[in-house]
């Protein structure tokens, strides 16, 4: 089972809609979690972290589920701009920060 | 503004023939990592320095080595690239403090793309 699993999308959706991605993953005693988002061949970039108790920036939300292992990310209104592969990333099991990435959710907003 | 850079962006190299990337970082962070990242697939941890401490991953090939001159600069040396070889590969910084509870977030340069002719 790998440590950190997303499912690939791509979520197509048309500008303005609400999309929503899931994580899971595997380590019990994780206490990192962040979604990072990377354009097509750029660098990861912090999107934000996610707390136990959930956060919110703007149009984007986050949430963890210790019970079940798994985080959330809601984008609302979604605009062009957002179209991208978006990285859930959990901290290592043997370093609080040794951070292991899934591979992506890609996401295409359409006009 | 404080960055990390990474030179250069684009890189061909033979087979078989050395190639150094650098990364550099102006964010005076005490850790700094290196990953392999191959299309639609997750970035991949090489290893990283904590201070001058060098920490291999169990999975990473003999043929990466890295040097850590001073706090600002990395290398990531390949010693005889392999067709195999041919990735993105990012430098990502983090400050790292005893005892901080807080989430370690990491920040990355915009990688060098590697290609093996």
């Known amino acids: 089972r790998k440590e950190v699993e997303q499912d690939p999308g791509p979520f197509n959706v048309p500008e303005g809609a609400t999309v929503a991605f899931n994580c899971t993953y595997s380590?019990?005693?994780?206490?990192?979690f962040f979604w990072y988002r990377q354009d097509c061949r750029k660098e990861p970039k912090l999107l934000m972290s996610?707390?136990?108790s959930g956060n919110e920036d703007g149009r984007f939300t986050a949430q963890l589920n210790r019970a079940s292992q798994y985080i959330s990310l809601l984008i609302r209104d979604s605009k062009l701009s957002d179209s991208a592969t978006y990285l859930c990333v959990v901290n290592s099991m043997d370093s609080s920060y040794k951070l292991i990435f899934g591979s992506g959710t890609r996401l295409l907003v359409r006009p | 503004d404080a960055m990390v850079i990474q030179n250069p962006r684009y890189q061909v190299t033979q087979f078989g023939k050395p190639v150094t990337l650098s990364c550099s970082q102006t964010l005076n962070h005490n850790v700094m990592y290196w990953y392999q990242q191959k299309s639609s697939q997750a970035p991949k941890l090489l290893f990283h320095y904590y201070d001058k401490d060098f920490n291999n991953e169990a999975d990473t090939p003999d043929n990466f080595q890295s040097r850590r001159p001073n706090t600002s600069f990395c290398f990531l040396d390949i010693r005889s690239p392999g067709l195999g070889d041919a990735a993105m590969y990012l430098c990502?910084?983090?400050?790292?403090?005893?005892?901080?509870?807080?989430?370690?977030?990491?920040?990355f340069g915009p990688g060098t793309r590697l290609t093996v002719t």
């Open positions: 990502a910084t983090s400050r790292v403090t005893s005892g901080r509870l807080d989430p370690y977030e990491q920040y």
């Open positions: 996610v707390y136990s």
């Open positions: 380590n019990s005693a994780s206490q990192s």
